[in-house]
């Protein structure tokens, strides 16, 4: 329970049961917001879970090094942190390797094995290698405990199934449909992570064009359209001819750097 003797003492005397215990504990901890998980009759939940339970799960995470001087070197403790959010500060080696991984891939999830297996090579081809000298069972252990404490923590999410999104723009970009719609009457929309995520004027402008029907410059056509029309009121006839305006580059800059950052929202689907 993480709590200091005498309130666990406490605890455990005046709570006859699971239930009760969950309501003390939200009293103690001042907690608002309680979850059930329901399940059929007949089946015994496990409570007590370790890391191997991690071997069947895909894992997420978009947690960042703090340090600007990251070090894998086995022992060392570095802190990882999720913005605005909270953090973790693992010293053994693998752990750290697999944050690191993680937080290139985000938002993309990793299955747990093939994450293990890109943590251990990324070990072998630094410098942190040699100080390692446990086994890859031991690894494996070592790794899914401790990942398991980081999702305890919220610093890592785990799920049975990757979602399908894209982690970098395809040449015809499509968002959820729903975000689509949702750009179009508010800045705040629902990403494929089932999270919030708060757009700017171009952002909420350029998502409900991303159907999957356009490339880049059919994206930079409807996007000058856009913008010639709220200038304008309408179109030049000679908008086609004219070279590029400083406006016309601005938003081919904005497009170029919207695009990856609306993959790192989970907003693209894969």
Known sequence: MNLPRPVAETLRRVASDMVR????????????????????EGINPRRNIDGDILKTLHVASPAQYVSKRPALAQ??????????????????????????LLAEEW???VPFEELFAGARQRLETSAAAAAVTSSNAQLLTLLGNELLQCYAAGVVELSTTSPRLCATPSARPAAKPLARVQAQHSEQVTNLRHGPVRLDAFLRRLLPLLDGTRDRNALLSALYLQAAVEREGGPRKDEALSSKSALEQKIESALDEGLPKLARCALLVG
Do not use: C
Not at 21 to 40: A, G, I, K, T
Not at 80 to 99: D, E, H, Y
């Open 75 to 100: 022992g060392v403790s570095e802190v990882f942190r999720v913005p605005n959010g909270p953090s973790a500060n693992p010293s053994n080696a693998i752990t750290k390797a697999a944050l690191q």
């Open 107 to 109: 938002p993309v999830s």
């Open 21 to 40: 215990m969950e309501q003390y504990l939200d009293f103690v901890r001042n907690r608002s917001f309680r979850q059930s998980l329901v399940m059929h």
